[in-house]
């Protein structure tokens, strides 16, 4: 089953290959004779390959190059035609009108026909009273019986809609609720459609018949059969949600391909004819008409690539008024979230058996060049986007996506980006901002990695130079990355051990990197790492182990020195839950640290102090048989404390007296 599969996915991509060089020949030739007519149509035609929704997201991205390399020579001979006197302006309206004719979109013959046909009865019966030119259609989806038809139409449709619902048999009311997409508008409006009966219709169901016709179009007839439509508007967009059980008879419709707009666009932005904002605008609201997740997110990284330079930044040459900035801002951040929600929604495409095959064409989406998180790395380079802008702007709406997926992927891997492409600066000033988001994540993310990652950003920030250091005071970094941890450990409750003294080892070695002369930091580090420990019996999970003997030994291998580790109260506190094997192993490293840096220990409250910690080498612990010490083992062990012996020492005879009588 699975080669079988693998070998139609391989003859559907060079079928595709195949029609995609076959288009690109006639396009060729009609380039080389400037034939601009010819080059849309077959350009077009081209492009059309890539509305396939066969392939995996790796297969579709070798269609998508070729393409791509294609539509880089097209681009090139739009520039071309614009230094010959070519009005950009009249390019850019022609490549709206010039559009491809629908295929059937979906497996059953009958489901593009009645999205067709319900399509050009909105905008054709003259109950509505709207125009051809009022509505434009963008895309159509289907899933489950209902039908998602996608619009752009002028501003004036806003108030027409409402009043549309009251005319020629059609029942309206206001909702707010949210429609079978999941989307909630307080604009929205539930139409269900009666239409009279005529006469039966013999291809299938008892259903009715209503004609249409429009001054310029052709007349025809339609059949349907049940129907609810769900009419959202925002801006200039509209989205019609359907509802039917049978209907016929087939329609074309022609829509504009979003790859030849977004070509011409970046020419028109290179032309200067006209604002990039406004330009930008229109290209990113035309791609929302692509809602097919996969062909969504190759289309706006498309958009994303050829518009990257032309962002009108400060400095850039497409630089505006004094709101410049924002608009490059806006755009960014609209594509950023719309690609965001098509990677979510993957997961909800297909069967549940399938969920596992879904989410491992997620993860190739992630690992491509066409990632979400491309988006962040272009507003990262914006010149304009200032600390403040970031504060107040960019992080938080970045955030209210990152909360709102509610996807443990997507989560997981924008916390990575947004913490990898911004600078430290700025993850320094908007630190409470940042972690606050971190309680919110899906339970099942990886919060300990992302945590861990931006403390080591920020450590390696503070050894950069020693003139941000004060930074980190002024902003109580430690305080704050100190509560964000208690705050993830306590939402997320089924955390495992491992995962908490993990928190607590980057933040123990971010306190040692930033705050070296806070001992109070570091014993607080240990105290809250023994208040998750407590209750609990002797840690017998190894990977656990191994993080609690880290975090005893980075302030022996950060000091140097046994004697301030003596002075943290919580220390010999940690080791008390740690096995008596591992206790033993933990009691050597110790010793070999005084004997490596001939540490001195001259007080008998600093020895009684050492002899707590290393208590298993000289007495046994609880629960220790005698059957089970290795004689080897045993040898060396007394060996070690031995050795120690030569390391107390106190010039004041009366102090090395009350050391020795301890000893005794």
């Known amino acids: 089953m699975i080669s079988e599969g693998i070998e139609d996915e391989d003859k559907w991509l060079t079928e595709g290959i195949a029609g995609l060089q076959h288009n690109a020949f006639y396009m060729h030739r009609a380039l080389d004779s400037n034939n601009l007519r010819d080059a849309l149509k077959y350009s077009a035609q081209m492009l059309s390959e890539l509305r396939t929704s066969r392939l995996t997201p790796h297969k579709y991205y070798e269609l998508y190059m070729r393409a791509f390399d294609e539509l880089r020579k097209l681009e090139m001979f739009f520039r071309e035609e614009t230094k010959r006197d070519c009005s950009i302006i009249d390019l850019y309206e022609l490549v709206q009108h010039a559009g491809n004719i629908l295929p ?7 489901h593009f026909t009645y999205a067709t046909s319900l399509y050009r009865l909105l905008i054709i019966s003259q109950s509505l009273h709207l125009t051809i030119d009022a509505l434009s259609l963008l895309d159509i989806t289907h899933q489950n019986n209902e039908y998602h038809l996608y619009f752009r139409h002028h501003h004036h449709i806003r108030s027409v809609l409402p009043k549309v619902a009251s005319r020629a ?3 309206h009311r206001s909702s707010r609720s949210c429609d079978p997409c999941g989307r909630s508008e307080a604009g929205r409006h539930w139409i269900r459609m009666r239409l009279q009966k005529e006469k039966e219709v013999r291809q299938g169901p008892a259903g009715s018949q209503a004609k249409f016709e429009r001054r310029g179009e052709e007349s025809g007839m339609l059949t349907f059969f049940t129907t609810q439509a769900f009419i959202d508007y925002e801006g200039t967009f509209v989205i019609l949600t359907m509802r039917t059980r049978w209907f016929s008879k087939a329609v074309n419709v022609k829509y504009p391909s979003r790859y030849l707009l977004c070509t011409v666009g970046s020419v028109y932005i290179k032309s200067k004819e006209a604002p990039a904002k406004d330009v930008l605008k229109d290209l990113v609201e035309m791609c929302r008409g692509i809602q097919h997740p996969v062909r969504g997110l190759f289309l706006r990284s498309y958009l994303s690539q050829v518009s990257r330079d032309k962002l009108p930044d400060i ?5 505006g008024d004094a709101d410049t900035v924002m608009d490059a ?3 960014v951040l609209q594509n950023f979230t719309e690609m965001n929600k098509l ?5 909800h495409q297909g069967p549940a058996r399938e969920k596992e095959k879904r989410e491992k064409e997620r993860s190739e989406l992630r690992d491509l060049v066409i990632s979400v998180g491309k988006n962040l790395h272009v507003l990262s380079q914006i010149e304009g986007v200032d600390l403040d802008m970031y504060r107040e702007t960019v992080l ?11 996807d443990e992927l997507a989560q997981y891997y924008l916390m990575d980006c947004i913490i990898q492409v911004f600078p430290d600066e700025y993850h320094l000033q908007t630190l409470e901002t940042l972690l606050g988001a971190c309680p919110q994540l899906q339970p099942t993310v990886d919060i300990k990695t992302v945590l861990s990652q931006l403390m080591d950003r920020l450590s390696n920030y503070a050894a950069s130079s020693v003139e941000v250091l004060p930074e980190f005071l002024q902003v109580e970094a430690f305080a704050k990355l100190s509560n964000a941890i208690g705050k993830v450990i306590e939402a997320q409750v089924d ?3 491992v995962g908490a003294v993990a928190l607590y080892v980057s933040l123990l070695t971010f306190t040692l990197r930033v705050h070296p002369d806070r001992l109070d930091y570091v014993d607080q580090v240990l105290g809250a790492c023994v208040k998750k420990l407590t209750g609990k019996v002797k840690l017998e999970d190894s990977k656990a182990t191994k993080q609690i003997v880290a975090l005893l030994s980075a302030p022996l291998e950060k000091y140097n020195d046994i004697v301030i580790a003596l002075k943290l109260s919580n220390y010999p506190r940690v080791m008390d839950h740690l096995d008596s094997g591992t206790n033993k192993v933990m009691a050597v490293v110790i010793i070999q640290s005084i004997m490596k840096n001939s540490t001195c220990i001259s007080t008998a409250d600093n020895v009684e102090a050492l002899f707590e910690l290393i208590k298993g080498l000289i007495k046994d612990l609880d629960g220790t048989s ?6 080897e083992d045993f040898k060396e062990e007394q060996s070690s404390v031995a050795r120690l012996i030569h390391m107390f020492y106190n010039d004041d005879a009366e102090e090395m007296l009350k050391v020795i009588a301890f000893m005794v």
Not at 104 to 110: A, M
Not at 343 to 347: D, G, P, S
Not at 396 to 406: D, G, H, T
């Open 104 to 110: 059937r979109l979906f497996d059953h013959p009958y």
């Open 169 to 171: 048999d059609l029942h």
């Open 315 to 319: 400095g850039s040459e497409y630089e």
């Open 329 to 331: 801002v806006e755009f």
């Open 343 to 347: 990677w979510v929604r993957m997961q």
């Open 396 to 406: 938080p709406r970045i955030l209210e996506q990152v909360v709102n997926c509610k």
């Open 495 to 497: 955390m495992p051990v």
């Open 626 to 631: 005698v059957d089970e010490l290795d004689e």
